[in-house]
């Protein structure tokens, strides 16, 4: 007979989706989910496989929490001037404190080597390509745009947001300012 669960998949997710937007993928060991998620090791591998698969869920947890931003973009009707938003809002977001944990995507991205494993290398991809549709999607509001020039801005914005996460661990509200008003300058 299967023994029954005795905690909620999504709050211990939650728990290491923390952990690895705090400390890293790379630096978050199997103990440190242990003890963040709050169950043992036999438990985290019968439900999610491994550290990999922990992971993976993490970020889909990541994903949730992050589209309730991205969708307030889609819906609005703004077009860059919405984008612009976009990005102070993911400022707000990634805040812990006073200082930002920037972006587990950005943070997991500029951590792991080119070995790492294709599912998460994958994930990564699929995630930024995604946020960058919704760039691209807004773009278009501005029918003056055509394609090309769409394509280019979104992607000049996703490198952008990319930056953006890096910088709000360790720059000024002012610093991250003068860089969201120097990034739209040139749309």
Not at 155 to 161: E, G, K
Request: aromatic fraction near 12%.
């Amino acid at each position: 007979m299967p023994r029954t669960k005795k905690y909620n998949e999504q709050e211990v997710i939650e728990k290491a989706m923390n952990a690895f937007w705090h400390h890293g993928y790379e630096a978050t060991s199997m103990q440190m989910l242990e003890k963040e998620m709050g169950i043992n090791k036999f438990s985290i591998y019968s439900s999610f496989g491994n550290k990999n698969g922990v992971f993976l869920e993490s970020l889909k947890c990541y994903k949730q929490k992050l589209n309730v931003l991205l969708n307030t973009l889609k819906d609005s009707n703004k077009g860059i001037n919405g984008i612009k938003e976009y990005f102070y809002d993911f400022i707000e977001f990634s805040k812990e404190n006073e200082i930002g944990k920037g972006c587990l995507i950005t943070n997991t991205a500029n951590e792991i080597s080119q070995d790492a494993d294709d599912s998460i290398k994958e994930a990564l991809f699929s995630f930024t390509e995604n946020v960058r549709s919704v760039f691209a999607l807004v773009l278009k509001q501005d029918t003056t745009k055509d394609q090309v020039t769409v394509e280019q801005q979104a992607d000049y914005l996703i490198i952008s947001m990319f930056g953006l996460s890096s910088a709000t661990r360790i720059f000024t509200k002012t610093q991250l300012d003068n860089y969201i008003q120097n990034i739209f300058i040139n749309l």
